[in-house]
């Protein structure tokens, strides 16, 4: 009789874990235009921080194109660049 119990319960969290993750992928649909406007904004501005809080989530998100990526590559190493000319 433990052996159905334990199925059950297991088969019931698999489902639910598998609802969750479906439910985590598309509100990222949702955010990456409004982290992208932000990430963007805070690239032209400088702002180191949140340049790197937000470009984090962004690589981390299924939505993310390749040519979005490729230009948070070019901004980070933009950032980079002030910060090498800044430190000698």
């Given at each position: 009789m433990e052996i159905p119990l334990?199925?059950?319960i297991g088969t019931a969290i698999a489902?639910?874990?598998?609802?969750w993750n479906l439910k985590g992928r598309s509100n990222q649909g949702g955010e990456l235009g409004r982290d992208w406007?932000?990430?963007?904004?805070?690239?032209?501005?400088?702002?180191i921080l949140e340049v790197?809080?937000?470009g984090e989530d962004?690589?981390?998100n299924v939505h993310l194109?390749?040519?979005?990526?490729e230009?948070?590559?070019?901004?980070?190493?933009k950032?980079?660049?002030?910060?090498?000319?800044?430190?000698?």
């Open positions: 334990v199925f059950i489902i639910l874990g598998l609802i406007k932000t990430f963007k904004e805070a690239a032209e501005q400088n702002k790197i809080r937000i962004l690589c981390y194109t390749k040519e979005q990526l230009q948070i590559s070019v901004y980070t190493e950032i980079f660049q002030l910060f090498l000319n800044w430190k000698s």
